[in-house]
């Protein structure tokens, strides 16, 4: 190469460089910019024994939560939620609603707790023995 050549392919590479600096930093700044989404109820579907409470049912049933860690008192929801939270919502893929849980990572806060809850959950187990559960599911 001579002398000019290496200056044109230098500079070749550095315009390339800055290029590829700018864009990245607007998209990174693009993001901070939207900021954490507000906390709101998402629902999906999962089967009973998906909730981590130790029934074994295939029984579907929808589960509302809050995208949001608490220090309050545990109930049936904070147990599905670290459950949820443990197995990355569940290794069975494609039940309508499954795919937002593993965008979201199931977090939640004190910031987003529900304040309201299902009053009863009723299902059949593998057995067919009927069983009621409360405080499971969020509700609006």
Same mark, same amino acid.
């Given at each position: ?22 864009? =990245?930093? +607007? !998209? %990174?700044?693009?993001?901070?910019? *939207?900021?954490? $989404? ?8 999962? /089967? ?43 290794? =069975?893929? +494609? !039940? %309508?609603?499954?795919?937002?849980? *593993?965008?979201? $990572? ?8 529900? /304040? ?25």
């Amino acid at each position: 190469f001579t002398e000019g050549e290496l200056k044109k392919v230098i500079a070749t590479l550095v315009d390339r460089k800055e290029r590829r600096i700018r864009t =990245e930093t +607007g !998209r %990174r700044t693009k993001r901070a910019r *939207k900021g954490p $989404k507000p906390c709101s109820l998402h629902e999906i579907e999962l /089967t009973v024994s998906e909730l981590g409470l130790g029934y074994e049912s295939d029984e579907t049933v929808r589960f509302k939560y809050c995208s949001g860690q608490c220090i309050h008192k545990r109930r049936n929801y904070d147990f599905v939620m670290e459950h949820m939270q443990l197995n990355n919502g569940s290794s =069975e893929k +494609g !039940r %309508r609603g499954r795919d937002n849980v *593993k965008k979201d $990572k199931t977090r939640y806060a004190p910031c987003c707790r529900p /304040t309201k809850f299902e009053k009863k959950m009723s299902f059949f187990d593998n057995k067919e023995r009927f069983y009621t559960i409360q405080n499971v599911s969020a509700r609006a």
